[in-house]
């Protein structure tokens, strides 16, 4: 099983994460763990930019934003297929409901918040001020959005993209992770 996880900034995603790869036994992918992954493979260099979710060249974020990959992104997701070649994992981030859309056992999720949750969700786990921790949030759900276009041509956080779409404000980690169980069971196990 592949559990991919997209993510608004503050919505307690790493939590759901973790607690989902322990239950299942599987590998967790995160940015770090990607990155080291990528060094010690020797392919740091070509996956740098993608890594920090950076758009690098005007002409081709336009043909990407026209709905083609470009020929960039596909050695991006093959490189990145490689780095988590495991039987099961899980990757936060990273287009993986794009990259692994045609795999049979993918479980894709995005998650997503109330924006004072969010807001206070970082400030505890960055200890910003309010005004700060709004900013880091928005700047970053920005980039994440450039991100998935330049990457896959798609809108980032769009309902029919992703398997499940779950409100943390609502559900709390431990809901979030429940409802994913869920799914689980239905998709994989015909229910309960």
């Not at 503050?10 to 599987?26: F, I, N, Q």
């Not at 890594?51 to 990145?80: Q, R």
């Not at 990259?99 to 969010?118: A, Q, T």
Request: glycine residues 10%.
């Amino acid at each position: 099983m592949i559990i991919s996880i997209e993510r608004e900034c503050g919505c307690g995603a790493h939590e759901v994460a973790e607690k989902l790869s322990g239950k299942y036994a599987l590998a967790l992918y995160d940015k770090e763990s990607l990155i080291e992954r990528a060094k010690d493979t020797g392919c740091f260099d070509d996956l740098k930019d993608f890594f920090d979710e950076h758009t690098f060249n005007s002409l081709l974020y336009s043909v990407a934003k026209n709905g083609e990959i470009p020929e960039f992104g596909k050695k991006t997701f093959d490189i990145l297929r490689t780095l988590t070649e495991d039987d099961g994992f899980l990757l936060i981030g990273r287009c993986g409901n794009y990259v692994y859309r045609k795999h049979e056992s993918l479980v894709s999720v995005f998650l997503h918040g109330e924006v004072p949750d969010r807001i206070k969700r970082t400030m505890e786990k960055t200890g910003l001020d309010r005004w700060r921790a709004g900013k880091l949030i928005d700047e970053v759900d920005d980039r994440r959005r450039s991100f998935h276009k330049y990457y896959t041509g798609r809108q980032w956080g769009y309902a029919p993209e992703y398997d499940l779409c779950i409100n943390t404000s609502h559900t709390g980690v431990e809901g979030a992770v429940a409802l994913i169980e869920d799914y689980i069971r239905y998709k994989f196990e015909g229910g309960y």
